[in-house]
């Protein structure tokens, strides 16, 4: 069955540094995902992306996030410039356009020291 | 907001006994979607049901809507220590384009064998 996958499966960063997260899609799904879930509380969903752009996005994804989906099977969530409140799990989402079911990610750890 | 929030927040039972969580929400909803979550992993898809369905199974799974009290319940039935997790709801709204997610706080489940 296919599956999600993401990559590395723990980050450890700097205060400042950029960090790529990356995701590659199940083959058929064309809407893409990022959450986030901070230790201990909710998922929290940082914004979609359907047809090479972004769809919507929460009042986490600031200036500081951006998304790419550079070659047709990677998905990437950019952090320019990491905070030490932006350690947290991240995950990515994806679905096709007649299904509403959305099959995450095992997860990326990210960890701002 | 249109999170959903589970209760209990942790439940403990006995294997061989049932579990049900049970989830609100305060928006319109298109879907709403369960999900498993073993500690510090991703989170696996349970099961959706849409806004004009009343119960769907799946497996061991039963899970029921409400939209008139804006209730969800996810019934385990004959549970095992392996079903062992956190499960969360999560909601899609009618209002946005992209479906994304909003997930409540989730209920933390133990199943002593």
């Not at chain 2, 049901?49 to 119960?55: D, T």
């Not at chain 2, 497996?59 to 079903?83: F, N, Y």
Request: contains cysteine; hydrophobic residues 30%.
């Amino acid at each position: 069955e296919p599956e999600v996958t993401q990559t590395p499966s723990h980050q450890v960063t700097q205060m400042g540094q950029e960090v790529i997260l990356r995701c590659v899609p199940i083959s058929n799904h064309l809407y893409f995902y990022w959450y986030r879930q901070i230790l201990g509380q909710k998922v929290e969903f940082l914004v979609s992306f359907y047809n090479n752009e972004i769809s919507e996005k929460s009042e986490i994804f600031d200036d500081q996030f951006s998304v790419e989906r550079p070659d047709g099977s990677n998905f990437t969530l950019k952090i320019r410039s990491t905070k030490l409140e932006d350690s947290a799990m991240y995950f990515c989402a994806g679905r096709t356009l007649e299904d509403f079911e959305q099959y995450f990610g095992p997860g990326t750890r990210l960890t701002v020291t | 907001s249109q999170q959903g929030e589970e209760d209990p927040q942790a439940l403990s039972i006995q294997e061989g006994e049932n579990a049900t969580m049970n989830c609100s929400y305060k928006t319109s909803i298109n879907n709403l979607q369960w999900y498993r979550q073993n500690s510090g992993r991703g989170l696996v898809h349970l099961i959706l049901i849409r806004s004009n369905e009343r119960e769907k199974h799946s497996g061991r799974l039963r899970v029921t809507l409400d939209t008139s009290k804006k209730s969800s319940s996810l019934l385990i039935t004959a549970s095992r220590a392996a079903d062992t997790a956190s499960y969360f709801c999560a909601t899609a709204g009618t209002e946005d384009s992209s479906y994304k997610l909003i997930f409540g706080s989730g209920t933390r489940l133990l199943v002593r064998p």
